[in-house]
């Protein structure tokens, strides 16, 4: 039975913790995951969803502030790993922990390296309205997702499906993918292949400033800013004065005229003016407000020829 340690914190590293919990080949004898973090506008102490997935399961449970302590490095060892497994753990190892495992540290990644390294993958593949991502196994090692390939799983990506859906979507992927990886390498199946430098792309995390619509770009930029940005942190403009969040849209099925950003409400839809075509908006959620459907948000609204900046 293969001794594993498994890196990773949010909920897309829950499904393959999970079967690797229930595999018989593998033990998983520690979980290391980020500390709790304050959540919500209570800032409510909340676990990471990898540490609640560990400690249903009787797991023993690592948060470590920094993986380069000497207490750090020796808390992994003592668990003589022979893989250490990372999914969206969120903290890059230091060349000491790289060492610890007999077949080296496994990273399930959201994205088809070596395009979209870094934090945001998923998210930015929709943004930039990609037609196929998937998910990639690699060797880890001390750049920041540049280690050999060993297996990857590919999926279209569907023309209006969010980032949040794709995040589960490819979650999903992530377990048979993993256990075929583990499996392969220990029988010394896996010719591990270099990534193309070339061809590399880094994405960063996404911030607020991110969210920010510019109308002035094509419906279907727009469109996919907004598929990207959905659950967070969420597509925005302003009106009137007031910041307004857009949840979903496509791009329109008519032609309007007008400058980039003009509003025009036709029976019952929301219709803004763009760089190239219209978008259409489905819901939306004012400054304070509930998030509503197009239909409900203009009952009571006169919004027409108003103009989104």
Known sequence: MKRVVFMGSPDFAVPALRRLIGEPDYAVTLVVTQPDKPQGRKQILTPPPVKQAAESAAIPVFQPNSLKTEDSVRRIADEKPDFIVVAAYGKILPQTVLDLPVYGCVNLHGSLLPKYRGAAPIQWCVINGEKETGVTTMRMDAGLDTGDILYTVK??????????????????????????????????????????????????????????????????????????????????????????????????DRALSGEPGLVRCIENGIYVCCGEGAYRIFELQTEGGKRLSAETFLRGRRIDGCRLI
Not at 218 to 231: E, Y
């Open 155 to 252: 999926t279209p990506i569907g023309e209006n499906e969010t980032a949040g859906e794709l995040f589960d979507r490819l979650s999903e992927l992530c377990p048979d993918l993993l256990i075929r990886t583990l499996n392969d390498l220990a029988l010394g199946l896996i010719t591990p292949v270099r990534q193309n430098e070339a061809e590399a792309t880094y994405v960063g995390m996404l911030s607020k400033s991110d969210s920010v619509i510019d109308w002035r770009l094509p419906a279907k930029q727009i469109h996919d800013l907004v598929r990207g940005l959905n659950p967070w942190p969420v597509a925005k403009t302003t009106l009137e004065g007031k910041s307004l969040k857009i949840f979903s849209g496509a791009p329109a």
